[in-house]
């Protein structure tokens, strides 16, 4: 059963580009999305949440959608150092539970 | 944020020999941390859910006898990873929530590479 799933990529794509990453989830109780990056041989590292209404932060657009269960996160303008793996993390009950993550979508930028 | 620490950040071992890997919450306390392991290519498997004073709790299928887990304070948790095998060479990750940050966000150390030759 895999509970939560996203692009399989790799995404590979020039500097300035617009990527898009998708990811859905199974839990239809799940509470809280997140998006996390993760560096090569690097822990996870938390870089938005995302909320029903959507949210933005700079070039990075994250988009909830809870009645198809689905996740959305866009970045715009790409850079260099967006380069790395971007993992869909999904909190399937409120409390102090633990994380559910996607196996992570990778992504090279290229100049 | 909140910061966590792990110790060694790599260890190289023999197969047969037992390693432990320590995890600390560094300014703030943290009554539950989480032991990860994740594989070349893989994601994030959560082995184990590791409560300050009392017994971890365990996932399917990760052995508890061998996967020893330890939280001894509010702020160290410990992995034991008995008598390992080349199998058990992975990158392990601990992971805690601080309550005063909210009880969402997840906080990572930095991870253990663990090599078993």
């Known amino acids: 059963r895999k509970e939560v799933e996203q692009d399989p990529g790799p995404f590979n794509v020039p500097e300035g580009a617009t990527v898009a990453f998708n990811c859905t989830y199974s839990?239809?109780?799940?509470?809280?999305f997140f998006w996390y990056r993760q560096d090569c041989r690097k822990e996870p590292k938390l870089l938005m949440s995302?909320?029903?209404s959507g949210n933005e932060d700079g070039r990075f657009t994250a988009q909830l959608n809870r009645a198809s269960q689905y996740i959305s996160l866009l970045i715009r303008d790409s850079k260099l150092s967006d380069s790395a793996t971007y993992l869909c993390?999904?909190?399937?009950?409120?409390?102090?539970?633990?994380?559910?993550f996607g196996k992570g979508t990778r992504l090279s930028v290229i100049a | 944020g909140a910061v966590v620490s792990q110790h060694p950040s790599w260890v190289i071992c023999k197969s047969g020999t037992s390693v432990k890997i320590e995890c600390r919450s560094l300014?703030?306390?943290?009554?539950?941390m989480f032991w990860y392991r994740q594989f070349p290519k893989q994601s994030l498997m959560l082995m184990a859910t590791?409560?300050?004073?009392?017994?971890?709790?365990?996932e399917q299928g990760v052995e508890k006898d061998k996967f020893l887990i330890n939280h001894a304070s509010l702020t160290l948790s410990t992995l034991t990873v008995t008598s390992a095998h080349p199998e058990d060479s992975s990158f392990y990750i601990c992971?805690?929530?601080?309550?005063?940050?909210?009880?969402?966000?997840?906080?990572f150390g930095p991870g253990t590479r663990l090599t078993v030759t």
């Open positions: 992971s805690a929530r601080d309550p005063g940050q909210g009880l969402y966000e997840q906080y």
């Open positions: 839990n239809s109780a799940s509470q809280s």
């Open positions: 995302v909320y029903s």
């Open positions: 993390v999904v909190n399937e009950a409120s409390g102090n539970t633990p994380l559910v």
């Open positions: 300014d703030f306390q943290a009554t539950t």
């Open positions: 590791s409560n300050e004073g009392s017994k971890a709790t365990y």
